[in-house]
């Protein structure tokens, strides 16, 4: 299940930055842009029964010493996407450009999923996920996404589904 979590994460992190740069393209892509326009917002239906099947994973706790917000990463990790347009915008409407922002973007996907960066998800900015840096008492750190718009408690127990090795989406559970 955390595979499937974690390919839907990867597809709609990307989705956006894909999307423009269709846009940008749009007269030399033809035809093709809207297959890559349609692909993207598959991606985005993909995160949604993505993140309705989370509910599936095994819950586990976490037992706070800390926690903080680090939006700052997805802001970082987004701004990332300029190289990449910057150089569809001004490059050449030829085969060359075409293969360096090609190559520019696996090299970025790459990166995301070898490091486990599904936690730098715009996406899942745009869809109001929070992210924040949790410190359990053994010292262990966790990437929490939640929706919470209240901070997360300091100390005591959090109930998470991990997606990741240290990455985890916490939701509010329903009475």
């Not at 520019?104 to 790459?110: D, I, K």
């Not at 010292?139 to 996404?145: I, K």
Request: proline residues 3%; contains cysteine.
């Amino acid at each position: 299940m955390t595979r499937v979590v974690g390919f839907g994460l990867l597809a709609s992190a990307f989705a956006p930055m894909v999307a423009l740069l269709a846009v940008v393209r749009f007269d030399a892509l033809g035809r093709a842009s809207w297959v890559i326009l349609a692909v993207c917002g598959g991606a985005v239906v993909l995160l949604a029964a993505v993140l309705r099947s989370v509910a599936g994973i095994q819950a586990r706790t976490i037992d706070c010493q800390s926690v903080r917000r680090a939006d700052e990463r997805v802001l970082a990790f987004t701004s990332s996407y300029v190289v990449p347009l910057v150089v569809a915008l001004f490059g050449e409407s030829d085969t060359p450009t075409l293969v360096a922002t090609s190559a520019l973007v696996a090299l970025m996907a790459t990166i995301y999923v070898r490091a486990g960066l599904y936690h730098l998800n715009p996406t899942l900015a745009l869809a109001g996920y929070r992210l924040y840096e949790v410190t359990a008492t053994n010292g262990t750190v966790t990437m929490v996404l939640t929706k919470e718009w209240q901070h997360l408690r300091q100390q005591g127990p959090l109930v998470c589904r991990y997606v990741g090795d240290d990455v985890a989406i916490h939701r509010k559970e329903r009475p």
